[in-house]
C-alpha cells in the first residue's frame, strides 16, 4: 500500500485536482441544467463531464510514465502520457460534437431557462473552481519550466512557457481556461435568457463552448502527436545542455547532438570533442563526468555520449539552429 501511495505521488498534481474538482461541477452543472432547462448549462455540464475523464486518463497516464526505465524500454515510459492525452482528445471531441448538436437544436427550438438563482450559484462554482484549478495548472507550469516566475507573473509566464510544461499540464491548463471561458459565456447566456427576449444567445453560447472544446483538440491533438513521433527539446533547453557539457574543460567542442523530448523530460544524445593527447581511460573518465554533470539537472533522464579526438575545426555553433544541429 505504501509503495503504491507513493507512486500515485508521482502523479501530476494538476491533472488528480483538476479531476475531482470537475467531477463534483458535472454533478451539479447537470442537475442545474435538468432542472432549468437551459441549454449552455448543458453545454457547460458536458463540458465538464469530458473535463473530468480527460483527467482521469491523463493522471493515470502521469502516474504510468513515472516508472523506472526497463532493458525492454532502455528509454523509460515518458512518452506514455502522450497515449493516455491522446485519447483523452477523443473524449473531448465526442462531447464537442453533441454540445455543437444541442446547440443547433436549441437555435432551432429555443426554450425559456428557468431556476435563475439555481444557475448562477452552480456557474459561479464552477467558475470558482476551475478557476482555482487553472492558477494551480499556471504555477505547474513555471515549476516545471522552471521560470522562476511569482504572483501576478505567473500568468504571463504561464502562456509564454505552456509548450515547454509537461503534456498532462498543458492539457489542464488548455481545459481549465476553455471551462472557465464557457462557465462564463454560460453565465452570461442564462442571465440575457432570463431577463431579454433574445433566447437565440442559449444556443449560440452553447455552440461556442462545443467549438472551444475542438480548439482544444486540435491544440493538445497536435502537442501529443509531435509528443509521440518525437520531438526536439526547444533551443533553451539545448543551449543549456550545450553549456554544461562545454563547461567541463577538458571539452573542446560539441561534433553532434540530438536531444528528444521524452515526456516531460530530455534524452540527449551527442558526440563530444576532446582535448588531443588523452590516454583511453581518461578520456572515458571524462565522458563520464560530464554524463553525471548532464543527469544532475532535473530536466534530463538520460544522456548518451560518444567521445572524439579534437578535429580542429569548431562543429558546435553557440547560437545553434535547432533543425542544422539535429
Not at 510544461?165 to 471561458?181: G, H, K
Request: charge should be negative; charged fraction near 20%.
Amino acid at each position: 500500500m505504501g509503495s503504491l501511495i507513493e507512486t500515485l505521488k508521482k502523479g501530476n498534481t494538476s491533472s488528480a485536482a483538476a479531476a475531482l474538482g470537475n467531477t463534483g461541477i458535472a454533478i451539479l452543472k447537470g442537475i442545474a441544467a435538468s432542472f432549468s432547462g437551459s441549454g449552455a448549462m448543458f453545454a457547460s455540464a458536458m463540458h465538464s463531464i469530458a473535463d473530468a475523464i480527460n483527467q482521469g486518463f491523463v493522471f493515470t497516464g502521469s502516474v504510468l510514465a513515472e516508472r523506472s526505465p526497463s532493458r525492454k524500454f532502455p528509454v523509460g515510459f515518458g512518452r506514455v502520457i502522450n497515449i493516455f492525452c491522446m485519447a483523452a482528445v477523443i473524449v473531448v471531441s465526442i462531447m464537442a460534437y453533441e454540445t455543437i448538436l444541442e446547440g443547433f437544436h436549441m437555435l432551432s427550438h429555443p426554450a425559456h431557462a428557468s431556476h435563475l438563482l439555481l444557475n448562477v450559484i452552480v456557474l459561479a462554482i464552477s467558475i470558482g473552481v476551475d478557476g482555482y484549478v487553472l492558477t494551480k495548472a499556471m504555477r505547474e507550469i513555471a515549476h516545471e519550466t522552471r521560470s522562476g516566475a511569482k504572483g501576478m507573473a505567473v500568468f504571463g509566464s504561464a502562456f509564454k512557457n505552456v509548450g515547454r510544461a509537461a503534456p498532462p499540464t498543458r492539457l489542464v491548463f488548455y481545459e481549465d481556461l476553455v471551462a472557465t471561458t464557457g462557465s462564463l459565456l454560460a453565465l452570461i447566456a442564462v442571465v440575457v435568457s432570463t431577463f431579454t427576449d433574445f433566447k437565440l444567445l442559449d444556443g449560440i453560447a452553447t455552440i461556442l463552448i462545443g467549438f472551444l472544446m475542438i480548439g482544444v483538440v486540435f491544440k493538445v491533438g497536435y502537442d501529443n502527436m509531435v509528443g509521440l513521433i518525437g520531438v526536439a527539446a526547444p533551443k533553451d533547453i539545448e543551449d543549456k545542455v550545450a553549456a554544461i557539457i562545454l563547461a567541463d574543460p577538458q571539452v573542446t567542442d560539441i561534433n553532434r547532438m540530438r536531444i528528444l523530448q521524452e515526456g516531460r523530460t530530455y534524452h540527449v544524445e551527442g558526440y563530444i570533442e576532446l582535448v588531443k593527447g588523452l590516454t583511453l581511460a581518461d578520456a572515458d573518465d571524462i565522458k563520464f563526468r560530464v554524463r553525471d554533470k548532464l543527469l544532475t539537472d532535473p530536466d534530463i533522464s538520460d544522456a548518451l555520449l560518444a567521445i572524439l579526438e579534437d578535429n580542429g575545426v569548431q562543429n558546435w555553433n553557440h547560437e545553434p539552429d535547432t533543425d542544422k544541429q539535429n
